[in-house]
């Protein structure tokens, strides 16, 4: 038995290129990894994975001859004749076998190998020589990289030391080594004559052709509404090469991880982490071709607010795609359950006390803080050392309602919540109204609240009351009311209605919605605020809109970038209270262009792709573009990225590897935190290449 040194045959000879039938490489960038045999080069023992074995038919009376595997750190792969101190058959051979899995083409190999070839000549016994081959592919003469056999009748051809052999730029399917006994020379068979082949290491590398694909199958991630702690994202992912392999999560441009979804019993993972290379693996198809698996992010090392989050998948190439491009909202602060309540008798002298409601997240603490509001139970005004959860009324607070503010704390941050306003408070004569004779503001006078709307902290910051330069207390509308709802959506060139829509630069776009009262009821000729936000970006207050005689409206949504939308509604002039609306989002995609300095190519097969991104301010270190190139029977790939500069402009050089042939190119320009347009596609050029 050799020793373990020897290592397992791949492929090219240097030598020999001459006569590999080479395809040529693809037009677009693949993924690569190495396939180890028996051992690293570092020395970590990974078994025959990926290789198969086969034996001539075996006849009585002839030695059968024997197929080892490396399945120890000691043991190399191997094949022998000569072992049993029989004869062997004339064309009696024994092989191992490698075949790259579909949706990959072998295209380089490192291979140690030692041999130990006889030709013994035994009078009217025998007298044929044994001879090991490598080649590729099934035909065995144009495959042909290796060839070995005694130079002469009665002697022995031994390499005892791994010696190899290694090329690269190839394009294989299968890769073959043969002991043999040769039927071309000589009438007998082969001498009892030990004879072997051994392999101690191969690595082989294979080229992937296939991006895996995938899509989210749900998790907290994936919600709409805000998440805390620990949340997941459930993926599925397929692969046609190597398998699915691992995924990374990315939070504003930024990765966090990147781990192996499945590895399948152990063989989907790197097999020499210490090089730096994760590409590396005891088998020719290492991970599985579809994985259900989870990613997780721990939204407690995050700031509470919005979050971009991309998560991709990867093959054992390296091909990479991204299959979750969302936005979420983080908030690992106290989030309020239930409000806070008070409870006492409303009346001066008396005493109030609030209790905090209930709390998700942990609070540590709770603040408390008393306001003295309008009869209505608008324009509240915090009541100065008015702090704790008891507060006693006093003559100020007659005929006014009470508010609580409770404030709890973690270690996230710290979340404020309101109480809903106290019953009005009766003076010492137990009266809840001030008489007339004091000009009170009793009874249906006053500012017309809010029954829950939104301003300042959490609402919609610099919304404009449209009646708030008129004075007293104007209606806005009839039968206005502080009780309002309004729903808004976008309004479909179908006819039907989105709150989320995606359209070109430039173009306008309707929103319709309905104001109602309690009952359903239209409020007709009221006037709405609006306001917009770009992510990441404070609310800015728009136009007024104004409501037909059943309460609808329709409003122009100039062109702009991607933003959120959304109204609101004053109940009167002297309202500080507004109803607001639900949100609604459009995506508009940003104006995107490619073009090539020459539609057909010859000579040096070099093309220069430019473009430009427009529809707003670009950063001062540009934008990410992603290139990428169409061939028939192929479809659209990635091959490059490149950055704008500041102006939007990008350029690049092509060289085709193909002497011929009709391919076509795109630029995608994905989503970035800093740039307010939705993932965006150019044209297509087509350039010739002859």
């Known amino acids: 038995m050799l020793t373990r040194r020897l290592l397992v045959a791949t492929l090219v000879s240097l030598g020999l290129l001459a006569i590999l039938i080479i395809h040529p490489p693809l037009a677009f960038a693949t993924g690569s990894y190495t396939v180890h045999t028996c051992e690293t080069p570092g020395g970590r023992f990974t078994g025959s994975g990926g290789w198969t074995n086969a034996t001539s038919f075996a006849l009585a009376g002839y030695d059968a001859g024997s197929v080892t595997p490396c399945d120890s750190a000691e043991a190399a792969a191997s094949l022998q004749f000569g072992g049993s101190g029989l004869l062997v058959k004339v064309g009696s051979w024994l092989t191992w076998d490698f075949d790259a899995p579909d949706g990959t083409s072998i295209t380089s190999y490192d291979l140690d190998r030692a041999f130990n070839l006889g030709w013994p000549v035994i009078s009217r016994v025998a007298n044929r020589p044994y001879l090991m081959e490598i080649w590729h592919d099934d035909?065995?003469?144009?495959?042909?990289?290796?060839?070995?056999?005694?130079?002469?009748?009665?002697?022995?051809?031994?390499?005892?030391?791994?010696?190899?052999?290694?090329?690269?730029?190839?394009?294989?399917?299968?890769?073959?080594?043969?002991?043999?006994?040769?039927?071309?020379?000589?009438?007998?068979?082969?001498?009892?004559?030990?004879?072997?082949?051994?392999?101690?290491?191969?690595?082989?590398?294979?080229?992937?052709?296939?991006?895996?694909?995938?899509?989210?199958?749900?998790?907290?991630?994936?919600?709409?509404?805000?998440?805390?702690?620990?949340?997941?994202?459930?993926?599925?992912?397929?692969?046609?090469?190597?398998?699915?392999?691992?995924?990374?999560?990315?939070?504003?441009?930024?990765?966090?991880?990147?781990?192996?979804?499945?590895?399948?019993g152990g063989s989907c993972a790197d097999v020499d982490p210490a090089n730096g290379d994760p590409y590396e693996f005891g088998t020719p198809r290492p991970c599985p071709l579809a994985v259900d698996g989870a990613v997780q992010l721990d939204t407690a090392r995050l700031r509470d607010g919005q979050h971009t989050v991309h998560v991709s998948v990867e093959d054992a190439g390296g091909n990479r795609s991204v299959i979750y491009d969302g936005i979420v909202?983080?908030?690992?602060?106290?989030?309020?359950?239930?409000?806070?309540?008070?409870?006492?008798?409303?009346?001066?002298?008396?005493?109030?006390?609030?209790?905090?409601?209930?709390?998700?997240?942990?609070?540590?603490?709770?603040?408390?803080?008393?306001?003295?509001?309008?009869?209505?139970?608008?324009?509240?005004?915090?009541i100065a050392g008015a702090s704790g959860p008891v507060y006693t009324l006093t003559d100020a607070d007659a005929y006014r309602r009470m508010r609580a503010e409770v404030t709890a704390a973690n270690g996230s941050g710290s979340t404020t919540a309101a109480s809903t306003p106290s019953a009005a408070v009766a003076d010492a004569a137990g009266h809840a109204t001030p008489p007339l004779s004091q000009g009170g503001n009793g009874g249906s006078a006053g500012g017309g609240g809010s029954s829950g709307g939104a301003s300042g902290p959490g609402g919609v910051q610099g919304l404009v009351n449209p009646l708030g330069q008129l004075p007293g207390h104007v209606a806005n509308g009839a039968d206005a009311t502080p009780y309002a709802t309004i729903a808004a959506a976008f309004q479909r060139a179908d006819g039907r209605t989105a709150h989320t829509i995606q359209i070109g630069h430039g173009r306008r776009i309707s929103i319709v919605g309905r104001l109602t009262d309690r009952s359903g009821a239209g409020i007709a000729d009221a006037r709405l605020g609006t306001a917009s936000r770009i992510a990441g970006r404070g609310w800015v207050a728009g136009p007024a809109v104004r409501t037909g005689s059943d309460g609808r409206f329709v409003y122009a949504l100039a062109s702009g970038p991607s933003r959120d939308v959304r109204f609101a509604y004053f109940a009167y002039s002297d309202s500080h209270a507004a109803e607001l609306s639900n949100v609604v989002h459009v995506d508009v995609l940003a104006p995107l262009t490619i073009r090539a300095d020459r539609t057909r190519v010859t000579g040096d097969h070099v093309v220069r792709l430019s473009g430009h991104v427009g529809g707003g301010s670009i950063p001062r270190d540009g934008l990410l573009v992603t290139l990428q190139g169409f061939q028939r029977g192929w479809g659209w790939r990635a091959f490059r990225t490149v950055r704008t500069d500041r102006h939007g402009g990008w350029s690049t050089r092509y060289r085709f590897r193909s002497s011929a042939g009709r391919f076509g190119f795109r630029a995608l320009l994905p989503h970035q935190a800093r740039f307010p347009f939705a993932t965006s596609r150019s044209a297509g050029v087509t350039v010739v290449v002859s």
């Open 139 to 264: 035909d065995s003469n144009a495959g042909m990289l290796d060839f070995k056999k005694p130079v002469q009748a009665g002697t022995t051809l031994a390499q005892q030391l791994p010696v190899g052999i290694s090329a690269d730029a190839v394009s294989w399917g299968s890769l073959h080594i043969r002991l043999k006994c040769w039927e071309l020379v000589g009438s007998l068979d082969c001498g009892p004559f030990p004879a072997q082949v051994a392999i101690s290491r191969a690595a082989i590398g294979l080229t992937d052709t296939e991006a895996p694909a995938g899509f989210q199958t749900g998790g907290a991630l994936a919600s709409i509404g805000p998440i805390r702690g620990a949340a997941r994202l459930l993926i599925h992912a397929t692969d046609a090469g190597g398998g699915v392999y691992r995924a990374a999560l990315s939070v504003d441009g930024a990765e966090v991880s990147d781990i192996v979804l499945d590895d399948a």
């Open 329 to 382: 909202q983080t908030h690992n602060a106290p989030i309020n359950a239930i409000a806070p309540a008070i409870v006492g008798q409303p009346s001066v002298g008396g005493q109030l006390t609030a209790s905090p409601g209930q709390w998700d997240g942990a609070p540590n603490g709770y603040d408390h803080r008393w306001l003295r509001c309008d009869a209505d139970g608008s324009d509240c005004t915090p």
